[in-house]
């Protein structure tokens, strides 16, 4: 689920402080830069039986069991399951989980490649109504002021709907990295994302957002944005959790060029700012970020 850049073999079969052989993990050259520095206690801000996020300063990690979805801030072993974890301490190159220590054995990218020529995303109107279920009370032109880049459409999606990270977030997150991928670098709604996030989201939520931004994404998506049009790798991105696949999904159609008389509403680009709010962590099936 992850492309590899280059083995690490001297990391191999490392040898703890405690005598005991390093567990190996695969992770962006991002996180393993992470584990730099003195070694200190990270705080647990949300978990499931396959991930377990903590919070490291202004950085977000997850330490991710080997059938997890791979997020770009993750650090993928080969365990079964994390969900019992109750202490992660960070530093010294390494990660202790639990006195188990992980070790960066294998880098990954986690980035979308760019594609060339502009493509249309099928089914735009399926997404857009199935997650119109989901984001009740979103305001009118929201998608179509996303098109435009207009910040207030970051501020419209933020925070909202369920999920760890909202249905609102992910459809961010897939505009993000589908505008990523055909060149776009920030812009006014990626400004606005990374802006208001820490205070409109979940805390995870805010750090893929964050990751987004830089075109950084879960391979489910990065192989949809490659070929939109390709039914399976749509069907696998739409598996993604209860509704961060769709929302994924939806993001991407709407930063492709589309015909739908959905997404044409020019009057109505302009949204009024909403107040803040906060969705707490649920912990969800496998799959589920």
Known sequence: MV???????????????????????????????????????????????????????????????????????????????????????????????????????????????????????????????????????LPDGTYPALREDDPAAATALLGRGPGLTPLGDDVLAGWLVGRYARGHRGGRVASAAVAHAPARTTAVSAALLAHAVRGEAIAELRDFVADPADSAALAALRAVGHTSGTGLALGVALSLPHPSPLCKQPDAIHLPKRSSSFHSADARRRGDR
Do not use: F, K, N
Request: glycine content about 10%; charged content about 25%; overall charge positive.
């Open 3 to 137: 492309a590899p850049i280059r083995p690490r073999s001297a990391t191999a079969g490392h040898r703890s402080s405690s005598g005991s052989a390093a567990h190996p993990a695969a992770a962006t050259p991002r996180v393993a830069a992470a584990l730099r520095g003195p070694r200190r206690p990270a705080t647990i801000v949300a978990r499931s039986p396959y991930a377990v996020y903590v919070r490291d300063g202004e950085d977000v990690l997850a330490v991710l069991a080997r059938d997890a979805v791979v997020v770009p801030c993750g650090l993928t072993t080969t365990w079964e399951h994390v969900g019992d974890v109750r202490e992660v301490v960070l530093g010294g190159g390494r990660c202790s989980v639990d006195g188990r220590e992980v070790r960066v054995g294998r880098l990954v990218d986690a980035t979308v490649r760019e594609v060339g020529a502009a493509r249309t995303a099928p089914e735009v109107d399926t997404l857009l109504d199935e997650v119109g279920r989901d984001l009740p009370g």
